[in-house]
């Protein structure tokens, strides 16, 4: 039962680590949106 227990904590850790690495993409990606964005109304400007 603890072997189960385990492998059932491992798996929704590494799950866990997906999760936030998959956030974190996301989060650079907006912010280099928000970046282009900002360069193009300056250069406008």
Do not use: P, Y
């Not at 904590?9 to 650079?28: P, Q, R, V």
């Amino acid at each position: 039962m603890k072997r189960v227990m385990l492998i059932g904590l491992t798996l929704c850790a590494l799950a866990a680590c997906e999760t936030i690495e998959g956030a974190g993409k996301d989060i650079s990606k907006a912010g280099q949106a928000i970046s282009s964005a900002s360069r193009d109304v300056q250069s406008s400007l």
